[in-house]
């Protein structure tokens, strides 16, 4: 936990995302959607009718300075915890004395960074203050609150959803950099509109990242006495590696499996393919990917196109063989041929619709017809009597029951004329008909 010392100037030494905070409403970046004018996050704060909160967004947004001014503007005492030290009873201690400074009419404001990383008992301590109104709580998270946050402690909590800065946004957070005396005081620097756009392109919609490329970009500059000159040439070594957004266990990584799996089913090639570089790129197991594709060959293609199992299951074994880099053209060759093919979920819905009787349906004993009678006793039971051998039949088929009887006549597969499924349904057709005849 610390208690901070709002804006207090800070030494040169400092990192510039720190020199250069945003210190009211009007200096922030961003998040109009919230800040805007007349937006409701703006009215609450103007209005000092501030309640406990989450941000929920990405990293570089501006969590932590929407805090800090919220506690400046609110005249709040503001304090911080961390996960790392945050113990129980160090939390209950301070809560205290937040709950004895609001008798005298001081408000705190405790604010929670990353609070998806605090234990369900270190969220539970804040609980009841919460509820009493002695603090207001400002959580900060990456990750979805409903599945990171005690649901006591959300439903208290109004949550705003923070977006990614904006190009623009970026763009306009460098040049007030640039002409803020608390970021390079001493120093005169010369960059261009396109040299500002590469940093701003490489933040991709994070500040802090943006900031700091731009401290580097100063510090590896061409330096002429006090006068720096930024070029796309010093900026290459610094922005040739850009930083894909991945949580391997996060909500993205559910987020963008999602986004693979939907781009194939809706035969987009091109979405398909980049979704799968961004988890390659974010350093997911192919595995994982080759496995998602051998179930995406049944579920959405199904017999709509035959060779889509043997595909999927020929890449999954060449990513165990080979692995990454190497097998990453193989999973593109998979995504490619799954997007192109023609798409069929009736495997899927037999599947279910089948799976819904089990359960609603008598467990009804299997035919006698079509057990199998091993042992004289069986046979006597009446085990495989009257079984029809459909192999010497004329047609291949028998006119014998197979289905039990609370089920009988239900049907599951019902194929398309997508692909190859269409030559399927029509010898199902022919199946039923003759069955018809042969009642």
Not at 48 to 69: C, H, N, R, Y
Not at 140 to 150: D, G, L, Q, Y
Not at 212 to 219: G, I, K
Request: aromatic share 8%; proline share 4%.
């Amino acid at each position: 936990m610390k208690q901070e010392s709002l804006f207090s100037s800070q030494p040169e030494n400092t990192p510039l995302a720190n020199r250069v905070r945003p210190e009211s409403l009007d200096q922030f970046v961003g998040q109009q959607h919230l800040l805007g004018t007349g937006k409701i996050l703006r009215e609450i704060i103007e209005s000092d009718q501030v309640s406990s909160m989450i941000f929920w967004g990405p990293p570089g947004v501006g969590k932590t300075t929407l805090a800090e001014i919220i506690a400046k503007q609110t005249q709040s005492t503001f304090l911080s915890f961390s996960a790392v030290d945050s113990s129980i009873s160090k939390i209950k201690k301070i809560m205290k004395q937040a709950e004895t400074d609001r008798e005298i009419g001081q408000k705190t404001i405790v604010f929670v960074d990353e609070i998806h990383r605090f234990n369900k008992a270190q969220q539970d301590a804040f609980l009841p203050y919460v509820e009493r109104g002695s603090i207001i709580l400002i959580g900060a998270t990456t990750e979805n609150p409903s599945f990171e946050i005690n649901s006591a402690l959300l439903s208290r909590c109004k949550v705003f959803v923070l977006k990614a800065l904006k190009q623009s946004d970026i763009i306009r957070l460098l040049k007030r950099t640039l002409s803020n005396p608390d970021g390079f005081a001493k120093q005169i620097i010369h960059i261009g509109d396109d040299e500002i756009k590469a940093i701003a392109n490489f933040a991709d919609g994070d500040a802090r990242r943006a900031l700091n490329t731009l401290e580097m970009a100063v510090l590896n500059g061409e330096k002429s006495g006090n006068v720096i000159t930024i070029t796309i040439e010093n900026l290459s070594q610094l922005i040739n590696k850009k930083f894909v957004l991945y949580d391997k266990n996060g909500e993205e990584h559910y987020n963008i499996i999602s986004a693979l799996h939907k781009s194939m089913r809706n035969s987009d090639v091109d979405a398909a393919i980049y979704w799968l570089s961004r988890m390659l790129e974010g350093g997911e197991d192919p595995i994982y990917i080759a496995r998602r594709l051998v179930r995406f060959a049944s579920e959405d293609i199904g017999l709509a196109d035959t060779n889509a199992l043997n595909l999927t299951i020929n890449v999954f074994q060449a990513c165990q063989f080979i692995g990454m880099p190497e097998c990453d053209v193989h999973l593109v060759e998979a995504v490619t041929y799954l997007s192109l093919a023609p798409k069929s979920n009736a495997i899927y819905k037999a599947r279910l619709a089948a799976a819904k009787d089990v359960k609603e349906t008598a467990n009804d004993p299997v035919p006698l017809q079509i057990r199998n009678a091993p042992t004289k006793l069986m046979k006597d039971l009446g085990y495989g009597k009257d079984y029809k051998l459909a192999h010497y039949a004329k047609d291949k088929l028998a006119t014998m029951k197979t289905m039990p009887l609370s089920v009988a006549g239900h049907e599951y597969y019902l194929p398309t004329t997508e692909g190859n499924e269409k030559r399927f349904k029509e010898r199902l057709l022919q199946i039923k008909a003759w069955h018809k005849q042969h009642r």
